[in-house]
């Protein structure tokens, strides 16, 4: 079910900063653990990062450090502000929500995508 909405995607050069947000008319967002998603054209969808109900961070290898999610629970969003962007980097990026509570550890960061809920994605391009 779609029931997030992402924005923030364009076309930044390496190096570069974009924050991504996450937001839902519908669902009260700190009610659920937010994971953040990718897909590169012709691969299969990954987890990036994710946030618990209690605000626990987690991050995959490949963006720690580069990466920071956050909740503002006034505004009822998720962000992913992304820095240091790499070539790599690049996709379509999705939010997903889930009520389990081994959502990050036991699904987004093992390689799985099972959520409750999703966005429709918003485009990443990391390119000179």
């Known amino acids: 079910q779609l029931q997030l909405v992402e924005s923030g995607g364009g076309l930044v050069q390496p190096g570069g900063s974009l924050r991504l947000s996450c937001i839902s008319s519908?669902?009260?967002?700190?009610?659920?653990?937010i994971g953040w998603f990718r897909q590169a054209p012709g691969k299969e969808r990954e987890g990036v990062s994710c946030?618990?109900?209690?605000?626990?961070?987690y991050y995959a290898e490949s963006v720690k450090g580069r990466f920071t999610i956050s909740r503002d629970n006034a505004k009822n969003m998720v962000y992913l502000q992304m820095d240091n962007l790499k070539v790599e980097d690049t996709g379509v990026y999705y939010c997903?929500?889930?009520?389990?509570?081994?959502?990050?550890?036991?699904?987004?960061?093992?390689?799985?995508?099972?959520?409750?809920?999703w966005g429709q994605g918003t485009q990443v391009t990391v390119s000179s």
């Open positions: 946030i618990s109900r209690g605000s626990t961070t």
């Open positions: 997903a929500a889930d009520r389990s509570t081994a959502y990050c550890s036991g699904t987004v960061l093992r390689g799985k995508t099972k959520s409750d809920y």
């Open positions: 519908s669902l009260v967002l700190n009610s659920y653990a």
